[in-house]
């Protein structure tokens, strides 16, 4: 920080989305990311269903038990007191999700399926943002091959992460959840053993849209667009976010040039021609802005 970046003013990062594909958006916060493995350890070695299902404790039954308590079909996390460090909703919030480029009927064109959980579109921002989510992503040690095996695998290790908001603190968020997988494991009388391991708690980051660096990002867009851009928060990460903030000790502008569809991280992730153009002049703007405004104003 006192060496490479000594003098830097403030920072500007591009590896973020608009929310649609034709209004650009500024980006004020992220969602951090707690990742967990849970894991359920039976008999000495796998054994076959034939013989001893029915006779022993399983592993997977386990497993499949505990994950299902964590999250409901709605989305909504039943680990006891994990909403209670979330930053509450406010009204000028509230105003924010006014006239933003993001419809229901676009987001069912994106996932291909109507698989949408809320009724309204500020809901579904909400829970894409604001609030924290739980996501289960698969088993390590379990058969998932094509075919049919009739094994009963030894030991098994599921894992999930958690998307955590302002005012989540990680360490919290392990304790309640390591809590609350401990006691749900001791009410099934199973003679396996459990274990929670947490192998990553990335913090959340959330910046005020009024700082001068975002002015000048939104001036800057309003330029080359021709339009205010929306303010926006991301329900992803990007850690280096932090990093820089923590370490310059300055404010951080995530300045998208990229649209919602361009299929961030998936098989043929592509970035259209306008956008790419229109975003080359964006970051040449920017950088003009910058200049000609006070860095050290307060709003």
């Not at 909400?126 to 379990?142: Q, Y």
């Not at 095996?149 to 302002?166: D, E, M, N, Q, Y």
């Not at 959840?177 to 947490?198: C, H, P, Q, W």
């Not at 992803?236 to 040039?257: A, D, Q």
Request: proline share 5%; net charge negative; aromatic share 8%.
């Amino acid at each position: 920080a006192d060496k490479w970046f000594k003098g830097t003013d403030v920072v500007c990062i591009s590896d973020n989305y608009w929310l649609g594909t034709a209004k650009p958006c500024l980006t004020h916060g992220l969602r951090g990311v707690s990742y967990f493995h849970l894991q359920v350890e039976g008999p000495g070695a796998d054994l076959h269903s034939g013989v001893f299902g029915g006779t022993v404790h399983e592993p997977m039954v386990d497993l499949v038990h505990l994950l299902a308590k964590l999250v409901d079909n709605s989305g909504r996390i039943q680990v006891p007191g994990i909403y209670d460090q979330v930053m509450p909703v406010t009204d000028a919030e509230e105003r924010t999700y006014e006239g933003l480029e993001f419809s229901h009927a676009a987001l069912a064109g994106d996932l291909r399926r109507d698989v949408i959980i809320h009724a309204e579109e500020r809901d579904t921002l909400k829970h894409r943002w604001r609030f924290p989510t739980l996501s289960i992503h698969g088993v390590e040690g379990a058969f998932y091959a094509p075919g049919d095996k009739t094994v009963i695998p030894a030991r098994v290790r599921g894992k999930f992460s958690l998307r955590t908001v302002p005012n989540m603190e990680p360490e919290k968020v392990a304790q309640l959840v390591t809590r609350y997988l401990e006691d749900e494991f001791a009410k099934l009388g199973s003679k396996n053993k459990m274990t929670v391991i947490e192998t990553h708690a990335g913090r959340w980051w959330y910046s005020s849209p009024d700082h001068p660096n975002f002015v000048a990002g939104a001036r800057a867009t309003e330029k080359v667009y021709g339009v205010k851009p929306d303010l926006t928060r991301e329900g992803g990460s990007i850690p280096v976010t932090l990093t820089f903030e923590e370490n310059l000790g300055v404010n951080v502008l995530l300045l998208p040039m990229g649209a919602a569809d361009d299929g961030a991280h998936s098989i043929n992730e592509k970035i259209d021609k306008r956008n790419y153009i229109q975003g080359i002049k964006l970051l040449g703007a920017y950088l003009h802005e910058v200049a000609e405004t006070d860095m050290t104003a307060t709003t």
